[in-house]
């Protein structure tokens, strides 16, 4: 049997030299090592032409929200807590979501407090910020994104892609605002509440990360079966040239 003192792993070398601090801080560092090459793995292959040809009957996307400190990454605002919920078609699959809050590094603002629900204790007691994307995008895999107000949401994830691994995001990502501007052009409001209010949708639980994904994705397949009903799309490059004709 090989003497683990001997073996020459970090964690050893760190015990022996510097106690047990430095033994666990040895390997915090190696578990980010790893989870920054799973994210950077994650953004290759993402845009392959092929997948265009897939039917949106049979099309996989993961509709997700993020809550935030605040709503400029470009001034210091971090990601709080990410949701999400995968969908085949138009069929949301209320069994396969994703929930964390995470520990950015920032102070929650008592108004974001309010806002959100999250407290700078919940924050406080969250894994790190790595963790959470590493997660995420686990969940994610290399599937379709959807989003409502998708800018937002993409300039938030890149911050933290950019921030953590040195990476930007490479998915596709489709808007659900846009699909309403596209479809319903005599709409004075394309916020959240109120394209749910207009297809019915119950407003539960607001600015919480998974119920606002899970809103979402039920606008989604809605948007989805109305495409089709109408004859505007069939594959998922169809969804593209449509959106490109606004």
Request: proline content about 4%.
């Amino acid at each position: 049997m090989t003497d683990p003192v001997r073996s020459g792993g970090g964690f050893w070398r760190s015990l022996r030299s510097g106690g047990i601090n430095s033994a666990l801080s040895s390997m915090r560092g190696a578990q980010t090592a790893q989870q920054m090459a799973f994210i950077r793995s994650q953004m290759k292959d993402n845009r392959r032409p092929e997948e265009l040809g897939t039917p949106l009957d049979e099309l996989e996307v993961i509709v997700f929200d993020l809550e935030t400190t605040g709503f400029n990454h470009q001034h210091g605002d971090e990601i709080l807590s990410f949701g999400a919920i995968k969908v085949v078609g138009n069929h949301v699959l209320e069994s396969e979501t994703f929930h964390m809050i995470v520990n950015s590094g920032v102070r929650v603002p008592p108004v974001i407090t309010e806002l959100t629900g999250i407290s700078q204790k919940m924050v406080d007691d969250a894994p790190p910020l790595m963790e959470g994307l590493h997660d995420f995008m686990a969940f994610v895999g290399g599937r379709v994104l959807v989003a409502h107000a998708a800018a937002h949401d993409r300039g938030f994830l890149n911050a933290a892609l950019w921030k953590t691994s040195k990476v930007r995001l490479t998915h596709r990502l489709l808007d659900t605002m846009m699909l309403a501007q596209r479809l319903y052009p005599e709409l004075k409001d394309y916020s959240l509440d109120e394209l749910l209010r207009h297809k019915g949708i119950p407003v539960e639980g607001r600015h919480h990360a998974l119920s606002d994904a899970s809103m979402t994705a039920r606008l989604w397949a809605n948007y989805i079966r109305e495409i089709q009903h109408r004859g505007y799309a069939e594959t998922l490059g169809d969804m593209y040239v449509y959106l490109s004709e606004a």
